[in-house]
């Protein structure tokens, strides 16, 4: 039996604590419930997440591909010089969702595809290669951007799916049977000096008979002291 | 000169082969002084990429040197594509801040400009110190569009005056083929202007915009500006029926998937066109135009083969990307 620490076995202990396991079994329930939730929405994340990591390698593996088919059309500085071209950087805007009470970051790009004539180039001496090359790495950097949000998603839901078991357990195993076990003592406790009292009280009760017994017996012993006497 | 240069069923071979071992062949080649020069700088692709370009500067002045008069005009003229490559490269390396060093190595010094005024114009300290330096020459209107922003006007402008200045140049000559070699000047821009409708229609961009990008000249100029921001599947059927709709009609179709096959099979034409074409007056500059096609051609084989072996391509990748003819 765990008793909670510095209980006072008292009335008003025992009825706030019978406050508080209500309050702890249903705060239980609740978040029994989102964890569940949030296990759902994990294994749905979870989904998502491995097809864009599939994606994301296949582009990666496409763009580099089509890089090498570049190198090999127009030559390696040709292809850094093209790279090194582009003037407008693609931006990155950052918001956040609400899953469950669990933030999530919501990323949007702009400017990631741009039209051929945008990326800095002459299109007359260059070769499609370049542009396919071009085409395969602005498609990858938005497979990049959306795996950072469904990855950041997965792993603030496991942060969150982690700590919503810990305080389940922690409830369902510790802080409930606690609480449990803390009213049963004080139960106890109060029956013990419930019990007590009432020997207590029949000692007292036994002591006032037997005093009273005692003081008629005085009074019945004087009153016959007195009649002798006046005799 | 013809037997110098590798012939097409080697290409199958050299498939086969990993990149020590193209090093080694190319070695049994034209290639072996290059080879053996630069191997004690660089190894594997590098070594045979620096190597082929090395020849191909040295087989081309070598061409200037043998040639006199008219020929020697209009060889120097259609070469002067080396100087506008040696001056994209240098503006591109000064553009991202390359070292001279680094933009040496791939400067193909087979044009007008030599390699100390290249040297010297690399050591720059800005592009617009290269383009200041440049002040004065045939190159100065086109990089005057530089604004200082984006390289791709000057890029274009100095191609467009390269093709400018090559019809010209063919236009007005008396020679022997004369008017054959003009066909392929004008042929060959058709197809570079081609090749960039089939890049632009495919992305779907906008006919005025394609049509600033289009270089000026050749034979089927107009029509191929009329083709201009028409959605690819009309533009394709729209290419039936014209010469070098034979080259690609197998795979031009509306959902192609790259544009950089059509690119190699339009280039393995022009090769062809301009093969069939040197036979006809051995004794004028037709067969040495047909040499220099061929030989750059098969300098970008070699380059595609090598880089697409050493990155780990597919041989059947390497090979949609090799311009046979």
Redesign the interface.
């Given at each position: 039996m765990a008793v909670i620490r510095g209980t006072k076995p008292t009335r008003a202990v025992l009825i706030q604590l019978r406050r508080r396991i209500k309050v702890a079994q249903s705060g239980h329930e609740l978040l029994k419930m989102k964890r569940d939730g949030l296990m759902i929405e994990f294994f749905e994340v979870l989904t998502k997440a491995k097809t864009i990591r599939q994606e994301l390698v296949q582009d990666l593996l496409i763009a580099?591909?089509r890089l090498?088919?570049a190198?090999?059309?127009e030559?390696?500085?040709?292809i850094?010089?093209?790279?090194?071209?582009l003037?407008s950087e693609p931006s990155v805007e950052l918001d956040s969702r609400n899953i469950m009470g669990v933030v999530v970051p919501k990323i949007t790009a702009e400017a990631v595809h741009k039209?051929?004539?945008e990326?800095?180039?002459?299109?007359?001496?260059?070769?499609?290669?370049i542009?396919?090359a071009a085409d395969a790495f602005e498609s990858l950097v938005d497979k990049i951007i959306s795996a950072a949000e469904v990855e950041t998603s997965l792993l603030k839901l496991v942060d969150d799916i982690d700590s919503t078991k810990r305080r389940v357990n922690a409830l369902e195993f510790k802080v409930i049977p606690d609480i449990k076990d803390t009213i049963r003592f004080i139960g106890f406790a109060l029956e013990e000096m419930d019990r007590d009292n009432v020997v207590r009280l029949k000692k007292l009760k036994a002591k006032a008979v037997k005093r009273a017994k005692e003081e008629e017996a005085a009074k019945a012993a004087a009153a016959a002291a007195a009649e002798v006497g006046s005799v | 000169m013809k037997t110098k240069l590798i012939p097409n069923e080697m290409y199958a071979r050299m498939l086969s082969m990993d990149v020590t071992e193209i090093a080694r062949y190319l070695e049994e080649t034209q290639y072996k002084e290059e080879i053996d020069t630069l191997s004690k700088d660089f190894s594997g692709s590098e070594l045979v990429?620096h190597a082929t370009f090395s020849n191909l500067a040295k087989t081309y002045r070598k061409l200037q040197e043998v040639s006199i008069d008219e020929p020697r005009f209009l060889i120097l003229e259609y070469l002067r594509r080396w100087d506008?490559?040696n001056i994209?490269?240098i503006?591109?390396?000064k553009?991202?801040g390359?070292s001279s060093e680094?933009?040496m190595?791939?400067l193909v010094p087979a044009g007008e400009l030599d390699v100390e005024f290249l040297e010297g114009l690399t050591r720059k300290d800005s592009v617009a110190e290269v383009i200041q330096a440049l002040d004065g020459t045939d190159y100065s209107p086109a990089l005057a569009q530089y604004d200082g922003?984006?390289?791709?006007?000057?890029?274009?402008a100095?191609?467009?005056l390269y093709y400018f200045r090559m019809e010209r140049a063919v236009g007005g000559t008396l020679s022997v083929g004369g008017g054959l070699l003009l066909k392929y000047v004008r042929r060959e821009i058709d197809i570079?202007n081609l090749?960039?409708l089939?890049?632009?229609n495919r992305?779907g961009?906008e006919a005025n915009?394609i049509q600033e990008?289009l270089?000026p000249g050749g034979k089927l100029h107009d029509e191929l500006s009329r083709m201009a921001g028409q959605p690819f599947g009309e533009f394709i059927r729209g290419l039936e029926g014209y010469p070098f709709w034979g080259a690609i009609s197998d795979i031009a179709t509306a959902d192609l998937d790259?544009?950089?096959r059509?690119?190699a099979r339009l280039k393995g034409y022009l090769v062809r066109y301009a093969w069939a074409i040197s036979n006809y007056h051995p004794l004028s500059i037709l067969p040495v135009l047909g040499y220099i096609v061929s030989k750059e051609t098969e300098v970008?084989n070699i380059?595609?083969?090598?880089?697409?072996k050493s990155?780990g391509?597919s041989n059947e990748?390497?090979e949609e990307?090799m311009v046979v003819a």
């Open positions: 580099e591909q090498n088919m190198k090999g059309a030559g390696s500085v040709a850094k010089s093209v790279s090194f071209a003037q039209k051929m004539y990326r800095g180039y002459g299109i007359i001496g260059t070769s499609a290669s542009d396919e | 990429e506008v490559w994209k490269t503006l591109r390396g553009f991202y390359a680094e933009i190595k791939y922003v984006m390289l791709s006007s000057v890029e274009n100095l191609d467009k570079r090749i960039t089939f890049r632009m992305a961009i915009i990008n270089i790259s544009i950089s059509i690119e970008g380059r595609k083969l090598v880089l697409g990155a391509l990748l390497i990307q």
